[in-house]
């Protein structure tokens, strides 16, 4: 996307980031390991038995006992993730709450949404991300089976116009962008329509309802082994591990389109940054685990810790990236 140029100091200080990331020093600069905590809960933004619940389940059996006597996870969901975001913003600094969230929440929504409840760089401190995945963008049976590379499916729809559609999890969600980008791109009509999550947009578009879905490649996966969507590119830098015989934007000539979604873990403000390390240090750990790893891969998770410091990066970058997209694409802002 880096034919959006922003200004990244002057991107920072509008999302309230110090010109300089905030460094959290190693925990073997402080006196001692902070005590166990006696309860700690993961607050995640959607409902039990999605990915990200998943995931924080996983990574709470491995934290307790040891960063917390007793991890729970909690799902506070409505507002499209923004009640569990706010919740954690309004909790104690004393490394109790955690939230896991996707990455449009922190780095997307500020430029999607006329008012948010919280300010994703002054509200939270990153700690660590807790996976990467990437976007991918199929058909079902409405379009012909010949019909097998982004390029051969923009050149369908400008023949048959009036079936140019494909699904999305919502309006201003990246799916939803992914696919405005190569409408953009290829300076055709591709209408979109917003369902509410990736699985109705999914099911009609492999009914036939529908030409297309761009959603989150775990959930078009099981669909495309069994032949029932072909999917037509995926949006990292680099082809997916669990697709490697489908190319990606990028190799399709849509250099714009690069498009790692991840989901990552947070503090509240003003947590003290002996906490911050001890828990990014405990959730790497749980996170390097092969079983965990091998869990999350069958959803097409890639699980992947980092440091505080690297994560705000990631945030500010990404943010710039996605203020030029949603300009570029004239999205009206969601009240």
């Known amino acids: 996307m880096s034919c959006y140029p922003i200004n990244r100091r002057s991107l920072l200080r509008q999302l309230g980031v110090p010109c300089a990331l905030t460094a959290v020093a190693p925990l073997s600069v402080w006196a001692q390991k ?35 006597q007793s991890v729970i996870v909690e799902n506070r969901t409505g507002a499209s993730g923004q009640l569990a975001v706010s919740y954690v913003k309004g909790a104690a600094p004393d490394g109790a709450t955690l939230l896991l969230t996707p990455s449009p929440h922190m780095v997307l929504f500020p430029f999607t949404f006329q008012s948010l409840p919280y300010r994703p760089a002054v509200d939270l401190l990153p700690v660590s991300l807790g996976a990467t995945f990437d976007l991918a963008f199929a058909v079902g049976p409405l379009v012909p089976t010949q019909v097998r590379t982004l390029k051969e499916f923009v050149q369908w729809c400008k023949a048959h116009p009036d079936k140019a559609q494909f699904g999305s999890p919502a309006a201003g969600s990246t799916p939803h962008f992914t696919g405005a ?47 029932k969507c072909r999917v037509l590119g995926t949006t990292g830098r680099k082809r997916s591990t669990f697709t490697p015989g489908t190319a990606t ?31 990014q240090e405990d959730i790497a750990r749980a996170l390097s685990i092969h079983e965990l790893k091998e869990a999350m891969a069958s959803s097409c998770y890639e699980v992947v810790s980092s440091t505080p410091d690297a994560l705000a990066a990631r945030m500010a970058e990404e943010a710039a990236r996605w203020k030029g997209v949603v300009t570029a694409l004239g999205f009206t802002a969601m009240s």
């Open 34 to 68: 902070p005590a166990t905590l006696p309860l700690a809960r993961i607050v995640v933004g959607s409902g039990a038995g999605s990915v990200i619940d998943n995931l924080a389940r996983r990574v709470s059996e491995r934290l307790q006992g040891g960063y917390a």
């Open 181 to 227: 980008m190569l409408a953009r791109a290829e300076n055709f009509a591709l209408d979109h329509v917003a369902y509410r999550g990736p699985n109705p947009a999914v099911l009609d578009m492999v009914g036939g309802h529908i030409a297309a879905a761009c959603a989150p490649l775990g959930d078009l996966q099981t669909f495309a082994k069994t032949g």
């Open 249 to 279: 934007f990028l190799e399709q000539g849509y250099s714009d389109v690069v498009i790692e979604d991840w989901v990552g873990f947070f503090l509240p403000a003003k947590t003290p940054a002996a906490l911050v390390q001890w828990a």
